[in-house]
């Protein structure tokens, strides 16, 4: 038999212990095979355990340990440190309850200031010092793009990440699980609505020449194919630009029933204030960046009224699930009403558990990898409508519509006009 260094010489050895004392003990070459198949057998099962522990790092029988980046200091701080406290109040309820199967969650944040090259350190701290059985929660764009390479190379599972960057989803990735829509899914969800809903088949759109426009602008034609149906129009503009008069002309020739905005919030306003001017008359929509009930009405007035935004963040009200969610969060941070940036960071935590929960009570990367994929149209208390397959990593599978119903924010300024629209895959 060829025996390897390391493992194989401490069971041959093992077993030749096992061999003098049968001798010695029972003298006979029957019971000499029984204890030296019980010895294999022994240590068989403590080398399997030993190799789970060292493939799947950051599982104890009383402790998952997981990690982040956040911002915590630098310009998106304001988001990072809400999605932090939308997390820990989550898993501070999870943990008074015994934890998911037995294990309670610990919970490790890096500051990495809304920068790339700290969120590439912060990640390897995570991974290779902290043992982290898995990120959940990464915030940002520069870090969470600056380390997909990095968690594909070491196989982490990575659940959820704060940005809508559809190269987290396309092509799908085994380790990255995304949760908010990108573009691309948002804007298959925004034409499904358009023409499913609104009814309308005259469809133009109006893009910023940057992801957000390109992205969203696939989105929307992809779905459309679905139905038959090609843009009326398609404009383009600069993030930058102030003068939308010669796009809002060809619009105008081109008569859609719906113009289709996707762009940052600054040009956005501005484009519904000159095509107000201009006489554009048009059932405009827009990207949930630009759902802000407080900046939209600020920097368009009257030209938001009417204005449709889809949101995938539930919006709080009376019932049983916002109840939940607020005696939650308030259990933490008493009396404190919890921003969106903090429900985002809930629904990160619930589907993180949901996975974990599902992956058993001996989890490992592997299984929770499975687990997640088996996830088809999940709602949780915050999170609604998580899917996620082999082919498909949007997790985000349905959004809801509201419109902008006046000029200022004030009560009764945003008037949600829709259920849930899901994203068929």
Not at 67 to 83: E, H, K, L, R, T
Not at 411 to 420: L, N, P, Q, R
């Amino acid at each position: 038999m060829h025996i390897r260094p390391g493992r194989d010489c401490a069971l041959a050895t093992y077993m030749d212990e096992c061999d003098s004392a049968t001798y010695e003990s029972a003298g006979g070459q029957g019971m000499k095979r029984i204890l030296v198949f019980l010895c294999v057998a022994t240590l068989a099962v403590m080398m399997s355990i030993g190799a789970t522990a060292a493939t799947d790092p950051g599982i104890t029988d009383t402790q998952v340990t997981i990690g982040a980046f956040q911002d915590q200091s630098g310009p998106a701080a304001v988001v990072g440190i809400n999605m932090r406290k939308g997390m820990e109040a989550y898993f501070n309820w999870v943990n008074a309850q015994g934890g998911v199967n037995g294990r309670k969650i610990k919970f490790i944040v890096e500051d990495d200031g809304f920068q790339a090259a700290r969120a590439i350190a912060a990640t390897k701290k995570l991974v290779e010092q902290d043992k982290v059985f898995a990120l959940v929660g990464t915030l940002g764009t520069p870090g969470v793009s600056a380390t997909i390479d990095y968690i594909m190379e070491k196989q982490i599972p990575s659940i959820y990440q704060g940005s809508g960057i559809s190269a987290l989803a396309y092509p799908p990735k085994r380790f990255i699980f995304p949760v908010q829509p990108n573009f691309i899914s948002e804007g298959r969800i925004v034409a499904t609505y358009v023409v499913e809903s609104l009814k309308m088949k005259r469809i133009a759109l109006a893009c910023e020449q940057t992801d957000i426009g390109s992205e969203g602008l696939r989105g929307v034609q992809d779905q459309l194919a679905t139905y038959g149906i090609e843009t009326v129009e398609v404009v383009n503009f600069g993030a930058a630009d102030v003068d939308f008069s010669s796009q809002i002309l060809k619009l105008m020739r081109a008569k859609p029933e719906a113009v289709i905005i996707y762009s940052t919030l600054k040009p956005a306003a501005g484009f519904l204030k000159q095509a107000k001017v201009m006489g554009l008359e048009a059932q405009f929509l827009t990207t949930y960046v630009n759902a802000d009930p407080i900046q939209m009405p600020g920097l368009a007035g009257e030209a938001c009224v009417g204005l449709i935004a889809p949101g995938w963040v539930p919006v709080l009200g009376n019932d049983a699930d916002s109840v939940k969610y607020l005696e939650i969060y308030q259990a933490t941070y008493p009396k404190e009403m919890p921003s969106a940036f903090a429900s985002a960071g809930f629904i990160a935590g619930e589907v993180f558990c949901e996975g974990l929960r599902r992956a058993g009570k001996s989890p490992t990367r592997e299984g929770l990898i499975s687990a997640m994929e088996s996830m088809r149209d999940w709602d949780g208390i915050m999170a609604k409508g998580i899917s996620y397959t082999p082919e498909f990593r949007s997790g985000k599978a349905s959004m809801y519509f509201m419109k902008f119903a006046k000029p200022k924010f004030e009560a009764g300024s945003i008037e949600v006009i829709s259920d849930w629209v899901k994203l068929k895959i």
